[in-house]
Structure formats: structure tokens, C-alpha cells
């Protein structure tokens, strides 16, 4: 594989690509990140060889709180639409990109903790997903959700409360609505969010986050294993020379 580029769009310094970082530098893959938290601007895109989207506690209707959500919006419409771009979308990059894209994004049932999520029929055949298991295990932390897929979309993963939980489009676009990139300091990070914190009280109660990191750390390994599989999928699929 010839040397790799990768733009990643973050909404806060603290929710990055987290173990796909390590499998980054493993392929000497470079990553530039463009943090709109603190006012960077969006680099050319033709430069980069696929555009990953991460998290964040923002919602994409936010655009007159958060105003670069529409450059944002814009440059990953482009990037896919227009370029053809290898994506990876992680719960409001997941968001972002059905939005982008012309599906349907609101207000759901509130997910946050260790969760199990399904894959479809879709799921079943589609190749970012082989050797994932048909039911596993994921961290879940978020609000809104994608209520509709983009035309021509497949949905790949669900839940018992989101119908979404992953979806592709061709060959080279794939998001997830879970978290597949956290690391052992990822839900003590999150936790300083106001809005993840009170999202994880609302659901599990308080003082919360000491059991959800230790029901994380024991499943660690597992969720790691399964983002190895997941990235490795992905880079197959998209990156074929």
C-alpha cells in the first residue's frame, strides 16, 4: 500500500480516533486534524486520501450555535458526493454524514453505556463488517440519531433503540453510530463534558461514570479486537493499491 493521508474532522480536542491512532502509525498512515472547537480551517480535500469524522457533543441542527457545522456539512457532501473519497463516520461524524447526504437526523432514545448491537441482512454480507460478530458488545453515548438513511445507503447494524447503528454506502463509506475507538482513558475524558456527563447521569445515575469505566476496561480487549477487525476491513475496501 502506498503512503496514506487521512484528514479527520474533530469537534473536541478529547474525542479523536482514539486505538485507530495506533493502527494509523502501524501502516504509516499520516492524519492532519482540523479541530473546529478551537477555529481551524478546512484544508483541500484533493490533498487527502480518505476524510474520517468524529465525535462530538453538538447536534448537526446546531448551525447558528455552531456556525462551521455548514462548511462542515459541505465539505463531507463534496467529499463523498463529488470526490468519491474514502469515509469513516463515528456518532456525529455517523450523524453528519446522513445529514450531509440528504437522510433524516433528530432527537432519540437517549444510549449511553455498554450496549449489544445487530447486524441486518445487509450487515450480514457487507464487506467492512466480515468478521464482526452478528450481535457484539459496543459503548453507546449519544442522544440524537440517524432516524433515515441517505438514498442508497445501507443500513448494516441496529439496536433495540436505534434503528441505525451503521450504515455504508458503496464500497468506501462506512459509519457507525457506537463508539469503536475508545482506549482506556476514554470514558474518564468524556466524562468531563458537561453535556456527556449529564447525558450519563440522566441515563445511569449518579456517580456513573466509575462503574461505566470499569464495565469498559473489562471489555477493552474485546471492543479493541473488534475495531482492529472493523479498520482493517475498512482500509481493504477502500485504499487498493
Keep these: 500500500m502506498t503512503k496514506k493521508r487521512i484528514l479527520v474532522f474533530q469537534h473536541l480536542a478529547i474525542e479523536h480516533p482514539g486505538v485507530f491512532l495506533a493502527f494509523f502509525k502501524e501502516d504509516g498512515i499520516e492524519h492532519q486534524v482540523v479541530d473546529f472547537s478551537v477555529g481551524d ?48 463516520g463515528i456518532c456525529l461524524g455517523h450523524q453528519l454524514l446522513s445529514d450531509a447526504m440528504g437522510g433524516e437526523v433528530g432527537p432519540g432514545e437517549s444510549e449511553v453505556g455498554i450496549s449489544e448491537i445487530h447486524k441486518t441482512d445487509a450487515g450480514k454480507q457487507n464487506i467492512f463488517l466480515t468478521g464482526v460478530d452478528e450481535t457484539c458488545r459496543c459503548l453507546q453515548w449519544h442522544g440524537a440519531e440517524v432516524k433515515q438513511a441517505p438514498a442508497g445507503f445501507e443500513v448494516l ?21 457506537y463508539h469503536q475507538e475508545i482506549i482506556a482513558s476514554t470514558v474518564n475524558d468524556w466524562s468531563t463534558i458537561p453535556e456527556y456527563k449529564d447525558s450519563l447521569e440522566a441515563t445511569l445515575g449518579v456517580g456513573a461514570v ?32
Design 157 to 177: 447494524m441496529y439496536s433495540d433503540k436505534c434503528k441505525v447503528q451503521a450504515m455504508a454506502y458503496g464500497d468506501k463509506v462506512f459509519s457507525m453510530q
Design 210 to 241: 466509575v462503574k461505566l469505566n470499569q464495565d469498559v476496561m473489562q471489555h477493552m480487549d474485546e471492543f479493541n479486537n473488534t475495531a482492529r477487525i472493523l479498520y482493517n476491513n475498512w482500509k481493504s475496501a477502500v485504499f487498493t493499491d
Design 41 to 88: 480551517e478546512i484544508p483541500v480535500l484533493e490533498n487527502f486520501d480518505a476524510l474520517w469524522v468524529m465525535g462530538g457533543p453538538m447536534d448537526v441542527w446546531q448551525q447558528d450555535v455552531y456556525p462551521w457545522l455548514i462548511a462542515e456539512k459541505a465539505a463531507i457532501r463534496h467529499a463523498v458526493k463529488q470526490l468519491g473519497m474514502p469515509f469513516m
